[in-house]
């Protein structure tokens, strides 16, 4: 079992930026590929971000390529989100997700656990 626990929304304005974390605990965390995932009001959940099991390789959505940074810390069993240059389309809650298998699963089925999502809301 591993527990994954989000942290680092809240209120920004255009154009701001935000670092969100996610920290593991339970199994070996170097173990999974991590990924972030997010849920806009309405809309079914969609990949982010999503980065390979030693940090090494990482892959993007088109729509935050260029804006968003995922980076992992093995040593501390944290993931995180780097987010620049936001945008009113990038409100959504946003979520953390392990992969045993498969690093950059571009869905959301086939994911081992999930933390409980950090609220970002991006006023214009």
């Known amino acids: 079992q591993v527990q994954l626990v989000e942290s680092g929304g809240g209120l920004v304005q255009a154009g701001d930026s935000l670092r969100l974390s996610c920290a593991a605990s339970?199994?070996?965390?170097?173990?999974?590929?991590m990924a972030w995932l997010r849920q806009a009001p309405g809309k079914e959940r969609e990949f982010v971000g999503g980065?390979?099991?030693?940090?090494?390789?990482?892959n993007y959505a088109d729509s935050v390529k260029g804006r968003f940074t995922v980076s992992r810390d093995n040593n501390k069993n944290t993931v995180y989100l780097q987010m620049n240059g936001l945008k009113p389309e990038d409100t959504a809650v946003y979520y953390c997700?392990?992969?045993?298998?498969?690093?950059?699963?571009?869905?959301?089925?086939?994911?081992?656990?999930w933390g409980q999502g950090t609220q970002v809301t991006v006023s214009s």
């Open positions: 997700a392990a992969d045993r298998t498969r690093w950059g699963r571009p869905n959301e089925a086939g994911y081992d656990y």
């Open positions: 339970g199994r070996t965390f170097s173990n999974y590929a």
């Open positions: 980065i390979d099991w030693s940090g090494s390789r990482t």
